[in-house]
């Protein structure tokens, strides 16, 4: 049966936990490699920077030894991969593994081909702390299976992919998120769903990629408490997301407002807007 949302009273607990989460990434400023597509790379940057994380978009295997042993957390996202990137995400995987440091999973269009599908359950295999992706991401990653798709977009709802989330956090100890309408965080046993955003976050290219990146920050400054990291981090960006389209005209202003809506998100507005809820079966 899915799974339907609980309704509780807003919870104060959350939203408290949201302004100590983003005060702590303003404050502390980890460092964040993302070794990410090349549609992403700009956007991803500014949303790291405009949480007040440092990002640094290094990706060359010779470097992996020497760099990614000091960063705070790593984010690998599969969205432009060719075969010669893979084994600096591999590398890097590692390093982030053998030095409990916290690394992030975005599996782009995981059922779009036998060649990606199977990069990402190879890097699925170095423990990633988070897997973040769309539904049919998701789909695709828990049965493990070329499926018909629409590439980067997703054509399921984020509650389609409950049970598989479930199942790929069972299988596999990393916290999954399905990012959608509703954003659904889950460690196998516990859901929770972040309501925060606006339908014309879709709309702009990369917005998945840069959430992704900012659980990856997020996670960096509460690394035992991957979880609700998690969820705070999405909600986060999807308040900024209802924020900036306050002011936007279409994708192209809301990108902008969205960055700004982040740097200059306060705390009252943080606390009135956060909305995180528990999903029951
Ligand atoms: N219908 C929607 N309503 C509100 N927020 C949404 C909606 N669809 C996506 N979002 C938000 O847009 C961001 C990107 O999510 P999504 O489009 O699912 O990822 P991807 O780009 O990887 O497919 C997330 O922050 C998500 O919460
Ligand atoms: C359009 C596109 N093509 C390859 S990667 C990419 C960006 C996907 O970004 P997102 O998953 O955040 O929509
Ligand atoms: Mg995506």
Redesign the pocket.
């Known amino acids: 049966m899915e799974a339907e949302p609980k309704v509780e009273p807003p919870s104060d607990q959350w939203a408290d936990k949201a302004w100590t989460m983003l005060t702590t990434v303003r404050r502390q400023s980890p460092l964040i490699q993302c070794i990410t ?4 790379m700009d956007l991803m940057a500014n949303t790291l920077l405009s949480a007040g994380a440092s990002p640094a978009m290094l990706h060359t295997l010779e470097e992996i030894p020497h760099f990614t042993p000091h960063v705070h957390a790593l984010c690998l ?1 599969v ?2 991969l060719s075969a010669d990137w893979l084994p600096s995400m591999k590398a890097a995987a590692n390093f982030a593994f053998n030095s409990s440091k916290p690394w992030v999973l ?1 599996p ?2 995981a059922g779009a081909s036998g060649f990606r599908l199977n990069a990402c359950l190879e890097l699925i295999q170095l423990k990633p702390t988070v897997i973040r992706g ?1 539904g049919s991401e998701i789909l695709a990653l828990s049965k493990a299976s070329v499926q018909p798709t629409k ?3 997703s054509s399921h709802e984020s509650t389609d992919a409950i049970e598989a989330a479930k199942s790929l956090a069972q299988a596999t100890g990393a916290i999954v998120a399905v990012s959608g309408a509703i954003d659904i965080v889950t460690d196998g046993k516990r859901v929770i769903g972040a309501h925060n955003g606006v339908a014309m976050m ?1 709309k ?9 990146a900012l659980i990856a920050a997020f996670v960096a400054v509460d690394p035992s408490n991957a979880f609700e990291a998690t969820a705070l981090a999405l909600s986060v960006f999807g308040v900024a997301g209802e924020m900036g389209m306050r002011l936007a005209k279409g994708p192209a202003s809301l990108r902008m407002h969205l960055i700004d809506s982040l740097y200059g998100l306060d705390e009252a507005s943080l606390i009135s807007q956060v909305k995180i809820t528990t999903f029951c079966d």
């Open positions: 597509n090349f549609v992403s996202n969205g432009t975005d782009v269009a769309n590439g980067v977009d879709q702009i290219t990369a917005t998945g990629c840069s959430v992704t």
